[in-house]
């Protein structure tokens, strides 16, 4: 498969007339001193809102499944034995609510030293995972090494392993059908890049990259879908909350009419592109909004349990 590199830099380069959801005719100005990249970023924090009326609910109570709130938290390719063990020692001292899945994804080489340190409270998750069983795969990691160290989750299909490493959605697929048939949960990435956001694809986007997983996978029950649109990871721009719960809504519809009502109902949707906890709160109290996959802000312990506790938001909107 071609890789492909649309780094956010190359998307802002691309068409600059944003319209959420679908199109408009809402172009950017560029007769300013601003260069197309910083209008881009003016524009964005002005016009970043719901671009359509339609409102999505499902007739099923706001905590399906389980009952709890999830959130992750992708530490990426971050962190040293030292800042690693200080990150660590923060989360073990936090009070974190109760009725919340809390999950880590702390680089591979890491894995260990997270796993043997880590209050049992917070579960560990893989940041990827081969497609199949180890062998003569060099660099890669297999679901059975994962397990081995007591991983319970992996992150598959994030935008990093998409648009920068090059794997397409039935390649995503595989891996997530093998994690789950050797017994790992998935943590199922899905979101739009900028340029298809413009171009009103986001829905098209999100339903084929979901599609891919369901044409894969044997069974729903150890999935989580994170739904995290490109242009907002690492940007330090978020989806409002009405924008994503648009597109969450949408997306278990797609579950409904596609896959089945209950597993519609009973898998978590969490939302992932610079959650912090100033936003965190918001985001939690929308119906369709299962909870958080985060990336630079879970690597500040006292901030990530701000959002792991922002469950208490989705209680009184409940």
């Not at 729903?220 to 330090?236: K, Q, R």
């Not at 797609?254 to 936003?279: F, M």
Request: hydrophobic residues 40%.
């Amino acid at each position: 498969m071609a890789v492909t590199s649309t780094s956010l830099a190359s998307q802002l380069a691309g068409p600059t007339n944003f319209s959420g959801l679908r199109r408009s005719c809402f172009k950017l100005d560029h007769s300013n001193s601003l260069s197309p990249t910083q209008s881009l970023f003016q524009h964005l924090h002005s016009h970043l809102r719901l671009s359509s009326s339609r409102k999505g609910s499902r007739a099923v109570v706001t905590m399906a499944g389980t009952g709890k709130f999830f959130v992750g938290g992708n530490w990426k390719c971050n962190g040293t034995k030292d800042s690693i063990t200080k990150l660590v020692s923060d989360l073990n001292s936090s009070k974190l609510e109760a009725d919340v899945d809390v999950v880590v994804a702390p680089p591979f080489v890491y894995l260990d030293q997270v796993k043997n340190s880590l209050t049992d409270r917070i579960e560990i998750s893989a940041q990827n995972s081969w497609v199949g069983k180890g062998g003569a795969f060099t660099g890669e990691i297999s679901v059975e090494q994962l397990k081995d160290i007591g991983s319970k989750w992996v992150i598959l299909g994030h935008s990093e392993r998409r648009h920068v490493i090059g794997e397409d959605d039935q390649f995503i697929g595989k891996k997530a059908a093998y994690a789950l048939s050797e017994g790992l949960g998935v943590i199922a990435c899905i979101g739009e890049l900028l340029e298809e956001r413009e171009a009103g694809k986001t829905f098209d986007v999100c339903f084929q990259q979901l599609k891919a997983y369901a044409d894969a996978v044997p069974s729903w029950d150890n999935i989580v879908i994170a739904y995290e649109p490109v242009w907002a990871i690492g940007t330090g721009k978020v989806a409002s909350p009405e924008q994503a719960q648009e597109v969450h809504a949408a997306l278990r519809e797609w579950l409904k009419d596609n896959v089945s009502a209950e597993v519609a109902s009973k898998t978590r949707i969490i939302y992932g592109g610079s959650v912090n906890g100033g936003n965190s709160a918001e985001l939690a109290k929308k119906e369709d909004i299962d909870g958080f996959l985060v990336g630079g802000a879970s690597l500040k312990g006292p901030e990530f349990a701000t959002i792991i506790n922002s469950v208490t938001s989705k209680k009184v909107a409940a």
